[in-house]
């Protein structure tokens, strides 16, 4: 007996340090996946046909065009100045809009401007001047509105979201098709954010590119010239989601949680001796378990209320085990009192669920990690 206590001391001490080396290889495992996807630059436009030049646009809108009237082409320049998330799907917008009216436009029957169609009020267009630019005339209008689009936060908070001015011609009636007024800006280049303020502030956000798309909607009210045969243009800014914010205040607390929830661990005694003094008895389980499940659920739903999603974000996983540990524990203190699976559960004072807790941990964040970004 003696001969296997001094053994079992000699093996406690490696016990620990596998568990330690196993947790810090699926944690920095973790951490690798969080660097890559951080430094990943966003995907280009997921919206319609990008386009960097005339050509590319002629390209785009030749297959719709008619054979037998010419459609008039109406550059349409955006200056983005702010861009700020007001909820999960609203984004507050403000900027100026011009158009190039080049010499033989019919501007006495097509109405200049654009709408904004996803802004809560698609005419907030508001005219502030024009002038003369050699054999042609710009006209400018300025915009401050809210635009509400449908954002992915599968990724949450390693997210890349795609903010786009999605718009058509102000004429409604006679056809025209806006294009990018290319002549207003350098040779593009998505990132060089061509069309945004250089002093915009995004906050927790990094601008990722600046890129014109052309979509063609099928509207199935219409089927004569005019909506129907032109494509919308989308002014597109792509931005990606800074990890410091969510780390502080996402991923902190869950490791507080987890930290405790260890620590109980070390509370839990198979000695009934010092059960008073720890104060392990199935009421304190039972009330530690629902305090920690009631913390995780409010922190959970405050990630679904700020992602405003229905499906399940990355983040979430987190809070799953949380609740998967959570119980782990409570059930492992419920064995202690029961006495079921008595050898394994008491062998060195509950070593067995300590020893495996952080690797336990570690491994299934690590797995939602690669299952959701990648490594």
């Not at 839990?268 to 009421?283: L, M």
């Not at 039972?286 to 990630?303: E, K, P, R, Y």
Request: aromatic share 12%; glycine share 6%; proline share 7%.
């Amino acid at each position: 007996m003696a001969i296997r206590d001094v053994i079992s001391r000699r093996w406690r001490p490696l016990l620990w340090l596998g568990s330690l080396a196993v947790s810090l290889l699926f944690a920095l495992g973790t951490v690798t996946s969080w660097v890559h996807a951080g430094n990943r630059h966003a995907p280009i436009a997921d919206v319609g046909t990008t386009v960097t030049n005339m050509a590319e646009v002629q390209e785009a809108i030749a297959p719709r065009m008619p054979k037998d009237t010419v459609i008039p082409l109406l550059p349409t320049g955006v200056l983005v100045s702010s861009l700020q998330f007001v909820n999960a799907h609203n984004v507050k917008a403000t900027g100026h809009i011009w158009q190039h009216i080049v010499p033989g436009f019919p501007e006495d029957r097509i109405e200049l401007g654009a709408l904004l169609l996803e802004a809560e009020d698609p005419h907030c267009l508001r005219k502030v001047f024009e002038y003369p630019l050699g054999d042609t005339k710009v006209v400018v209008w300025s915009f401050a509105t809210v635009i509400r689009q449908q954002f992915n936060y599968e990724n949450y908070p390693l997210d890349h979201q795609d903010i786009w001015l999605r718009m058509r011609p102000a004429d409604m009636t006679n056809p025209v098709q806006l294009v990018p007024s290319f002549e207003s800006f350098p040779p593009w280049n998505p990132d060089a954010l061509n069309g945004l303020d250089p002093g915009l502030v995004f906050g927790d956000w990094k601008p990722d590119y600046t890129v014109y798309s052309l979509v063609h909607q099928k509207y199935s009210m219409l089927d004569r010239p005019g909506l129907s045969n032109t494509d919308e243009l989308y002014f597109n800014v792509g931005v990606s989601r800074g990890l410091l914010g969510p780390l502080i205040g996402r991923i902190v607390p869950v490791m507080l949680l987890a930290s405790l929830m260890f620590l109980s661990l070390f509370v839990i005694t198979t000695d009934p001796d010092r059960r008073p003094i720890s104060g392990f008895t199935a009421f304190a389980i039972i009330t530690f378990s629902v305090s920690t499940v009631l913390v995780v659920a409010v922190n959970d739903n405050a990630v679904r209320t700020e992602v405003g999603s229905a499906g399940i974000s990355y983040i979430e996983y987190w809070y799953f085990t949380l609740y998967m540990m959570t119980l782990l524990v409570a059930l492992n203190a419920t064995m202690l009192l029961s006495g079921a699976f008595a050898k394994l559960i008491h062998w060195r004072e509950n070593l067995l669920p300590k020893v495996l807790f952080w690797p336990l941990f570690t491994g299934t964040m690590f797995a939602a990690t690669i299952g959701y970004l990648g490594f």
